[in-house]
């Protein structure tokens, strides 16, 4: 391998998908002949041809298969590239016998009751083929059907895989093929091994021949992809470039199983060393705890991963007391709920229907001073959404945005995929007004996440959804924060059914006890959450920047390399 990538293989493998590059560069290098040194007496691969051709003239070929027809190879205009010495330019066809697939019919349930592997380009997932998921029986192959040797090399030729795949695999037992799949058995068996190699090191070539209809289907004309030119070396230093790919391969596993292991590893460090963040009781105890994690943040920060923890981290403590000092001053949380609950109807709006449940409402902290446990039935009116009928045209021909979970992508909701006109709120579906807090409460993205977004406009919402609207709209933003800094209890409280849906039960969640600081403290602890989550962001834009720089490098490094 060149000494050039053997000196910068350190910096290439810990780049940003550094590691497949380094498989592409050294499948790349393996077909061109510049992986391993050529010797002189190897038989030529002129002679290794001539044996092919006698082999395919006399249809000298293991089991059942079709003579392929050689491409006149004069056609080639010009080399892609310079040969080694002892090496030919080839094609598919002069080396193997092509056979198609079918599908045998439907109709005959005796077609598939039997036991001979029927390959789909659904088992292309393995690069060694022993078995599939379906299976023919041996009346299936009176048809078109052809019974594949063990030894053959399959390659997918039609479907949407082909937008960025070329899936192939090598038979160990004698299996059929669908139609959009390729068969190819070599006159020479030994070929087999870098034949393989070298469908995998011409993905780039290959693919650039893909055909796309107008309906998006993928497909790889056979005079085409037969066509190709292949350069072809001789067969002992094609066993030798098969076994360094190997050992190269294997170090190319090592490598990612290094980095997943050290992936892991940074996951727990910072999980522990953040934990003893959210862990402080005081924000005296917090400043040192800080001081001491801070001092290696440029290890701990090196990943945009890492970032999205800090800043969940920072989120959990704004609700917790410890991101900004309390103030003794400052009118306590409980004055204010007391102020809350004795206003009248028409300051406060209209009260939640939502009841908690009294069994659920513990505190799971202990809370600064002029703090108070609530929950979001008391601070707000709830409402829940619906679908209107999708029979009446006319309640989709309006102009107000009716959200779904698609669209909580966003902080803010100005805009929806779906709208909805007056009419629709006859039925069971409310009009949302300007600084309600929306949440979806069913769904799988419950499984991993918590979209929370403020409405900028009056909404309407489906009825996997929430709107809830601060009796006092000074709390909404305080509000928002909480409902993002409390994820973890939040998505702690998630009911999932047998075939998998995830649900908030109302009862849960609207009588989860809310932290509640004063609302002046509220605003000074909005206001550095925000400052520190625009920290967090340019530090995922520096980050990023720097990636991409690695990343230029490393494909920079590539393309040297192979070229050289």
Known sequence: ?????????????????????????????AVRGQLVPQDPSDEPATELMHRVRVARENNELPGRGKRGRPPVLHAMREEPFTLPAGWVWSTLPDLCAITGGSTPSKALASNWIGGIPWVSPKD?????????????????????????PSGSLLMVVRGMILAHSFPVAVTQVPVTINQDMKALT??????????????????????????????????????????LPIP??????????????????????????????????????????????????????????????????DLLLDRPQAVDVLEQTVLQLAVRGLLVSQLEQEEAACVWLARLKSAP???????????????????????????????????????????????????????????????????????????????????????????????????????????????????????????????????????????????????????????????LESAKIFSLPIPLPPLAEQARIVARVIELRCLCADLRRRLAASQATQSRLAGALVESVATA
């Open 1 to 29: 391998m060149s000494g050039l990538l053997l000196q910068e293989f350190d910096r290439l493998a810990h780049a940003p998908g550094g590691v497949a590059r380094l498989r592409e560069l050294i499948l790349s290098l």
């Open 124 to 148: 292309m997932k393995v690069p060694v083929i022993e078995d599939a998921v379906d299976h023919v029986s041996s009346q299936a192959l009176a048809g078109s059907l052809s019974l594949i």
């Open 186 to 227: 070599p006159f020479e068996p030994g070929t087999l091994p870098f034949l393989m190699l070298l469908c995998q090191g011409m993905k780039t070539e290959v693919l650039a021949l893909v055909d796309r209809s107008t309906h998006g289907t993928c497909k790889l004309e056979s005079h085409k992809v037969f066509g």
């Open 232 to 297: 072809l070396p001789p067969l002992a230093e094609q066993s030798r470039i098969v076994t360094c790919v190997d050992e190269l391969m294997q170090l190319c596993d090592a490598l990612e199983a290094k980095g997943r292991l050290e992936a892991q590893q940074h996951a727990r460090l910072l999980e522990t060393l953040l934990g003893t963040l959210t862990d402080s009781t005081t924000p005296e105890e917090l400043a040192a705890n800080w001081q001491r994690v801070a001092e290696h943040f």
């Open 345 to 503: 109807p028409s300051v406060a709006g209209a009260r939640s229907a939502e009841t908690p449940s009294a069994d659920l409402v513990r505190a799971p902290f202990k809370l600064p001073a002029g703090w108070a446990f609530s929950s979001l039935s008391e601070m707000c009116s709830i409402t829940g959404g619906a679908t209107p009928s999708k029979a009446v045209a006319s309640n989709w021909s309006g102009d107000i945005p009716w959200v779904s979970p698609k669209d909580m992508k966003v902080p803010t909701i100005e805009d929806a995929q779906d709208h909805v006109s007056r009419s629709a709120l006859k039925g069971s579906l409310s009009l949302i007004q300007p600084g309600s807090l929306l949440m979806v409460v069913r769904g799988m993205i419950l499984a991993h996440s918590f979209p929370v977004a403020v409405t900028r406009v009056p909404v309407t919402i489906n009825q996997d959804m929430k709107a809830l609207t601060p009796l006092d709209s000074s709390v909404l933003p305080y509000l928002s924060l909480v409902c993002m800094g409390m994820k973890p209890e939040i998505l702690a409280l998630v009911e999932r059914s047998t075939h998998g849906t995830c649900k």
